[in-house]
């Protein structure tokens, strides 16, 4: 099995800055493109950003686009996201998922095979 462990969320005002990172075990994150989704209240999980391995090619959600990065240090089997500006429709868990097919840059959750037991993201107004 891999293990994803999400840490960096909390609660900030809008037009505010987070970073999320989400540490893997069990395998390493080399093997992996990694994908970030969140689910919020009354909303379905949707997909945020992944990054694939190992090109690194990186794929983006329109509500985030240019607002959030998403990057990977293999070395330290993390990947971050960065995420800027932030509104309050941005208030959701935050998951990390790994998914096997390591050029992959999926946005069906579908697609991913393990996923963390993500992290709270509250955005105020």
């Known amino acids: 099995q891999v293990q994803l462990v999400e840490s960096g969320g909390g609660l900030v005002q809008a037009g505010g800055s987070l970073r999320l990172s989400c540490v893997a075990s069990?395998?390493?994150?080399?093997?992996?493109?990694m994908g970030w989704f969140r689910h919020a209240p009354g909303k379905e999980r949707e997909f945020v950003a992944a990054i694939s391995t190992p090109a690194y090619r990186t794929s983006y959600a329109d509500s985030v686009k240019g607002r959030f990065t998403i990057s990977r240090v293999n070395a330290k089997n993390t990947v971050y996201l960065q995420m800027n500006s932030l509104k309050p429709d941005d208030t959701a868990v935050y998951y990390c998922?790994?998914?096997?097919?390591?050029?992959?840059?999926?946005?069906?959750?579908?697609?991913?095979?393990?996923w963390g037991q993500g992290t709270q993201v509250t955005v105020s107004s």
């Open positions: 998922a790994a998914d096997n097919g390591r050029y992959n840059l999926g946005t069906d959750p579908l697609s991913y095979d393990y």
């Open positions: 069990g395998r390493t994150l080399s093997n992996y493109a």
